[in-house]
């Protein structure tokens, strides 16, 4: 049985039988990997193709049976029959046919992704070319004043950092890897689409080197601002935190970055007191000689005080779930 990408909701397991490079660089979320052709194998069944299409369908069958051979071994101990299954290669071909086939015969209720992968990402791609119907909730506010942690804390929130992995700033890349772009749309996707509301933290068009979907920038210019403070001192504490462990190397690559918007002598002082280990001083002058006084002041519509997580986060959730049953009134 082939199902379309919009009924990925239906099932509890999705295999993604693509080749460990495929899979690596972008895929379902949620999915697991269970190669029926490795990176080798699949190079080699390509190569041969292209001058013995029988040979390489007589070699490409050889290496899926010794790949599902080993899969089979842990199989039962991993996926109960009762289980319904999705499995889907690059544009639901024969990997996929042939993962399904003999799963099938074995007693396993498997059905394939019509168009493989190729059809989940234009599923995505068509959701991010219309203005999304997701309401959002945007917290802004100075750096370090936690709006990080109460949208990881909020049952509304998207951590679009998280999925970006990558703080935002110029500092943001310490300690992650990226993932690609179609991987960060995959996941901006699977965390927008069943929301009718959201919270999400003001972000710029670019998070490190990845771009924010147009209508998804769109959508938090058009949203509900909420403007979070906090006190300095608990500004800093948290900004320690966090980049308390980064090396010299990695610091000092990002302070060239920030070099022509900080006056020079407050620029050499962050240096200075971060080769000594003094970060909390070093915190201090960026936070105020730095992102305060870049930092683009806008006209919020609430303001919160916020000392307290779950306080704040109770002010947060009364907002928007005024909201949530006023959209259903």
Same mark, same amino acid.
């Given at each position: ?8 909701? %239906? ?6 039988? @693509? ?9 379902? +979320? ?11 194998? $699949?190079?080699?069944? #390509? !190569?041969?193709? $292209?001058?013995? +299409? ?11 049976? /010794? ?7 842990? &199989?039962?101990? @991993?996926? =109960? ?10 544009? #639901? #071909? ?12 074995? #007693?396993?209720?498997?059905?394939r992704l019509s168009g493989g ?5 234009? =599923? ?24 990080? !942690?109460?949208? $990881? ?7 679009? !950092?998280?999925?970006?992995? =990558?703080?935002?700033?110029? &500092? ?44 998804? /920038? ?9 403007e979070i403070v906090a006190p ?9 935190? !966090? ?29 200075? =007191? &971060? ?8 915190? %201090? ?7 305060? @006084? ?29 909201? %949530? ?5």
């Amino acid at each position: 049985m082939d199902i379309s990408a919009d009924c990925l909701g %239906e099932f509890e397991t999705i295999i993604d039988v @693509r080749s460990p490079l495929e899979f690596a660089h972008s895929h379902i +979320p949620r999915a697991q990997n269970l190669f029926v052709l490795s990176d080798n194998e $699949r190079h080699i069944v #390509g !190569e041969t193709y $292209r001058r013995d +299409p029988f040979g390489a369908r007589m070699l490409g069958a050889s290496f899926v049976c /010794a790949n599902m051979a080993r899969h089979l071994q842990s &199989f039962a101990e @991993r996926f =109960h029959p009762s289980q319904k299954i999705l499995a889907y290669c690059a544009r #639901g #071909g024969q990997r996929s046919l042939s993962f399904a086939v003999i799963l099938d015969n074995i #007693g396993y209720r498997v059905a394939r992704l019509s168009g493989g992968y190729k059809s989940y990402r234009s =599923h995505v791609c068509s959701f991010f070319a219309k203005p999304l119907s997701s309401r959002l909730f945007v917290l802004y506010g100075l750096t370090g004043s936690g709006k990080t !942690e109460i949208v $990881r804390a909020c049952k509304y929130g998207v951590d679009i !950092e998280g999925i970006a992995a =990558h703080r935002g700033s110029s &500092f943001g890349g310490f300690g992650r890897t990226q993932p690609s772009t179609k991987m960060f749309q995959n996941e901006l996707f699977e965390a927008l689409d069943s929301k009718n509301i959201a919270l999400v933290e003001c972000e710029s068009k670019r998070i490190g080197d990845l771009i924010l979907p147009q209508s998804l /920038a769109q959508a938090m210019q058009l949203g509900q601002k909420i403007e979070i403070v906090a006190p300095f001192e608990s500004r800093v504490q948290r900004i320690v935190a !966090e980049y308390g462990t980064m090396d010299l190397a990695f610091f000092q690559q990002s302070m060239e970055k920030i070099k022509p918007y900080m006056q020079h002598s407050a620029w050499q002082q962050c240096k200075t =007191h &971060f080769a000594r280990g003094e970060i909390v001083r070093c915190v %201090e002058i960026l936070l105020a000689e730095y992102y305060d @006084r870049v930092y683009r002041r806008v006209a919020c519509d609430v303001r919160i005080e916020h000392r307290n997580l779950d306080a704040t986060l109770r002010q947060i959730d009364d907002i928007l779930e005024k909201s %949530e049953n006023g959209d259903r009134g």
